[in-house]
């Protein structure tokens, strides 16, 4: 089992419906992530929460929302998606100082097996 | 050019072999190398974590960096059937941002 958890793990939902993605961290991080993986296409990145802040939003449509409560859980919310947005999403944790030298790996969770019908 | 370059394979091998998976990557100013592993329905795994260049190694696995030529790789030797797996390389720069720039994997398959 990871240091991040990722609830549900397989999710069926219609074009009409409002859902969450449940992501939580007991690594003791304080940057969490979200990245959309598509079948024979490399990781997109979402979005980025550091110290709870939003420093990242690479172009998502609004259909997605994301919210960071604190360090350890993130939630992805949905609505009105399409069926092109079925994908596996992944929550990652990494611990980074403030634009420090250090650079901290990327720890994943099992992410969320996403079909949009 | 993409910023990484990796071949998605797959690549089949006959278990006890010698694997070498590659990556490319055009900004010089990477400085941290990971690799990751992924089993099917799961999350990427790190598996190996170097700075600059030079090898590193754990077990049957070594990570190696060639800055100059802008590339890396990762060596498993004895390979086996569990080592099946798709292998994501990613890297990041010193003091610019912290988020990691994938590839697009490497699917691997150790036949028995």
């Known amino acids: 089992e990871t240091g991040v958890t990722q609830t549900p793990r397989h999710l069926v939902m219609g074009m009409t419906n409002k859902k969450s993605l449940k992501c939580e961290q007991h690594l003791g991080h304080n940057a969490m992530y979200w990245y959309k993986q598509s079948a024979k296409k490399p990781l997109e990145l979402m979005f980025v929460y550091n110290f709870k802040e939003q420093t990242e939003n690479n172009s998502v449509p609004s259909r997605f929302s994301p919210e960071c409560p604190n360090s350890s859980h993130l939630f992805l919310h949905l609505h009105t998606l399409q069926p092109e947005d079925s994908a596996l999403y992944l929550c990652a944790s990494s611990h980074e100082g403030q634009r420090s030298s250090y650079n901290s790996p990327l720890h994943f969770g099992n992410g969320t097996r996403l079909t949009v019908t | 050019q993409k910023e990484v370059e990796q071949d998605p394979g797959p690549l089949s091998v006959p278990e006890g072999a010698i694997v070498s998976l590659n990556c490319t990557y055009s900004?010089?100013?990477?400085?941290?190398f990971m690799w990751y592993r992924q089993y099917s329905r799961k999350g990427p795994e790190l598996l190996m974590y170097?700075?600059?260049?030079g090898n590193k190694e754990d077990g049957r696995f070594t990570a190696q960096v060639d800055k100059s030529s802008k590339y890396i790789s990762l060596f498993i030797r004895d390979s086996q059937p569990s080592d099946s797996a798709t292998y994501l390389c990613a890297m990041t720069s010193a003091g610019g941002s912290y988020i990691p720039t994938f590839g697009r994997g490497t699917s691997l398959i150790v036949h028995p």
């Open positions: 170097t700075y600059s260049s």
């Open positions: 900004n010089s100013a990477f400085q941290y």
